[in-house]
């Protein structure tokens, strides 16, 4: 690329803007020729260029469609430059669309075959990089720069994280939106809103698999359930009702002779009668109150790392408290009125999932406050998403 080098320009660091036109390449020839010229006149206009060309603190770079503006001072240079080309182009009556990429990086100056300066290094290229995730309007910088402006509180409202984009050789970089309501493009880039869909996509996909191969588990065991006797069931079978109790005998005539033997017959009918009563036979034994055990179903809001959802949430619990529809693997503990499920598993090679929901059944026995989390570790990236909402026992 070419520069119209200024006398002291050779340096190690330097704070580059990467500027191009939207859609240059569609134009017809003598369009892009009078864009070219527009933009030159209208960054050669901003007080910043001014100020960096006449203190020699700024190289020009030339690149077909666009330019690169090296500054030498400051990271504030090519983000305040860029906000001031923002203010014109919008100002203008027949504005054009541009977009922008800011970085800080290691440059060194090169000599090119025509003899003239030229600015290498992955500053340079970063920038570009940088610039190249945008779309129309928008002011993107690499994190290196916003972590450096971020500490001065007039840039503070202009951050807005992104999070990472993959460019060129598969190299990941995290990104920053830099605007507010007058300057910038407060949307998304398209390659992020990509990112951000299939994210949430792999991790409605992750939730789907779970769900199914709970439901699975809870089947088979229902199945075998119903297939194997239970033990309490033989017993019942095998106890044989007992003979009706003989009638009361007739009330015994008066005799002088009084008597101190109990009647064996009137003793093995109270026996009989005390076994068998409806408050102590065995169907009619109080059983433990199951608190958590059944069906809940209502609506969960989901926060992951780029997105918002909502889902609808049904979950079995089984008479064991034990076992949930949705859960693979993983163990159940419970702490008061708290059902609390836990779960740690791979996927891949590189990469770890912890899983934690808990279920919190309510005084009146009916609701419950549900909620989730999940946390994906590889290497040194983590992502986390939540999700909390209310559930209704249906059964």
């Known amino acids: 690329m070419l520069t119209e080098a200024t006398a002291d320009a050779r340096f190690r660091i330097g704070h580059v803007l990467f500027i191009d036109v939207v859609g240059y390449s569609k134009l017809l020839i003598n369009e892009q020729t009078r864009l070219l010229h527009e933009l030159n006149e209208l960054v050669q206009g901003t007080e910043q260029f001014r100020v960096a060309e006449k203190k020699h603190r700024l190289v020009r770079i030339a690149t077909g469609d666009g330019m690169a503006l090296v500054f030498r001072d400051s990271p504030e240079s090519p983000a305040q430059c860029a906000l001031q080309i923002s203010q014109a182009l919008r100002s203008r009556t027949l504005p054009f669309s541009v977009r922008m990429g800011i970085h800080c990086g290691p440059i060194s100056e090169v000599t090119d075959v025509n003899k ?3 600015v290498a290094g992955a ?8 610039m190249d995730c945008g779309d129309a309007g928008h002011i993107l910088l690499s994190k290196h720069v916003a972590e450096d402006l971020e500490h001065h509180a007039r840039w503070r409202p202009f951050l807005h994280d992104l999070g990472e984009c993959e460019v060129k050789h598969g190299y990941r970089i995290a990104l920053v939106n830099l605007y507010n309501s007058e300057v910038g493009n407060s949307r998304a880039p398209e390659k992020i809103r990509r990112i951000r869909k299939k994210q949430t996509a792999s991790s409605l996909l992750l939730y789907s698999t779970t769900a199914v191969i709970g439901v699975a588990i809870v089947g088979g065991s229902w199945f075998l359930s119903t297939r194997v006797p239970r033990a309490d069931v033989e017993i ?17 005539i008066p005799s002088a002779t009084p008597t101190n033997v109990a009647d064996p017959i009137l003793a093995e009918e109270q026996l009989t009668t005390a076994v068998w009563s409806p408050s102590t036979s065995p169907s009619s034994m109080p059983r433990p109150r199951k608190l958590f ?13 780029k997105s918002t959802w909502d889902s609808a949430v049904e979950l079995t619990v089984d008479e064991t408290e034990a076992h949930w529809s949705n859960m693979t ?3 159940v503990s419970r702490d008061g009125r ?23 059944v309510h005084e009146d026995d009916r609701t419950a406050s549900y909620s989730t989390g999940q946390l994906s570790v590889t290497g040194k990236s983590r992502s986390k998403t939540s999700g909390t909402g209310t559930l209704e026992k249906v059964d």
């Open 123 to 130: 500053g340079i290229n970063i920038a570009q990089r940088v």
């Open 338 to 360: 708290s059902l609390i499920y836990r779960r740690s598993y791979k996927v891949g090679t590189s990469t770890t999932v912890q899983v934690q929901a808990t279920l919190t």
């Open 116 to 118: 003239k300066t030229n």
């Open 293 to 305: 055990a059944g069906t809940w179903r209502g609506n969960v809001h989901s926060t992951g790392p």
């Open 236 to 252: 019942a079978k095998g106890i044989q009702t007992p003979p009706p109790a003989p009638a009361p005998p007739a009330a015994p």
């Open 329 to 331: 693997g993983g163990s």
